[in-house]
């Protein structure tokens, strides 16, 4: 009973240091284990709530791993086709200026059959946050090669490796949306350690308040790992991933707003 006892002790609401938001639904998360996308919904949950914006709150879910957004996180979500989510975001945006909206997109989807969509959308300097999961490969679909695929990094449609001869150079899409005008803030994140949860967290935050503002598009990157389609643990691939992908794609603010 003293064991007990103490547990109980333990739990009361004075001595908790984190709890799960009221955000996020009893569903189980279908996604794979040591996945990114799990960390990336419950911090973006955290933010909604504690900024008060659940019933403020649209996003916008195009197909890939996250199509299925909807059915972890309480706020209104619209699918929308392929690629087209910041399509779907900007007329969201455009009826209803008073909502916070934001776009969950993959790299295939955003930076491959989405990039006229995404690049338009941040020219215009549309008022939506557009947050972009990178992992370097076709998550959903089998493993292909994505457009943000490493140079030399195997994929089920590359086998032998990213030859940038034939296939090309990997798109850093996020340094191209920085580059136009029309976008406020850009920034590159992961969440695969807690300093840089907190990191990304901080910057969802901000991104949140400066749609209040009205000043144009907030671009988030998320460097994830994807254990499944890279054939790996979710150590392994949180070890490739900081031994790779962040040499390609480093992490940092890449343009913030002028004070």
């Known amino acids: ?20 938001t009221k955000l996020m639904t009893e569903n189980v998360l279908h996604y794979c284990p040591g996945c990114g996308h799990s960390t990336a919904h419950r911090i973006l949950a955290e933010v909604i709530d504690e900024e008060g914006l659940q019933s403020e709150t649209i996003g916008v879910c195009p197909v890939g791993c996250s199509v299925f957004l909807y059915n972890y996180i309480d706020v209104d979500v619209q699918e929308a086709a392929h690629g ?12 209803m200026p008073d909502k916070f909206v934001f776009t969950y997109q993959g790299d295939g989807d955003l930076a491959a059959i989405g990039t006229a969509e995404t690049i338009h959308s941040c020219n215009r300097g549309e008022n939506i946050l557009i947050i972009f999961i990178n992992n370097g490969i076709y998550g959903m679909t089998g493993g292909q090669m994505a457009p943000t695929t490493l140079e030399g990094m195997k994929t089920a449609t590359c086998p032998y490796g ?21 976008t406020y803030y850009v920034t590159r994140q992961s969440v695969h350690t807690p300093a840089n949860v907190r990191k990304t967290k901080k910057a969802i935050k901000k991104a949140v308040q400066y749609q209040k503002l009205n000043k144009g598009t907030c671009f988030i990157e998320i460097v994830s790992n ?13 070890k490739w991933m900081e031994e790779n992908m962040f040499a390609k794609y480093p992490l940092g603010d890449i343009k913030t707003p002028v004070e």
Do not use: H
């Not at 009973?1 to 799960?20: F, W």
């Not at 990213?162 to 029309?182: F, H, Q, S, W």
């Open 1 to 20: 009973m003293a064991e007990v006892t103490g547990i109980k002790e333990y739990i009361k609401p004075e001595n908790l240091v984190y709890t799960r």
């Open 84 to 95: 087209r989510a910041p399509a779907v975001a900007t007329a969201v945006k455009r009826l």
């Open 162 to 182: 990213r030859d940038v001869k034939l296939m090309g150079y990997p798109l850093k899409i996020t340094e191209i949306v920085a580059t136009l005008p029309g």
């Open 226 to 238: 994807c254990p499944s389609g890279w054939k790996m643990t979710p150590v392994q691939a949180n």
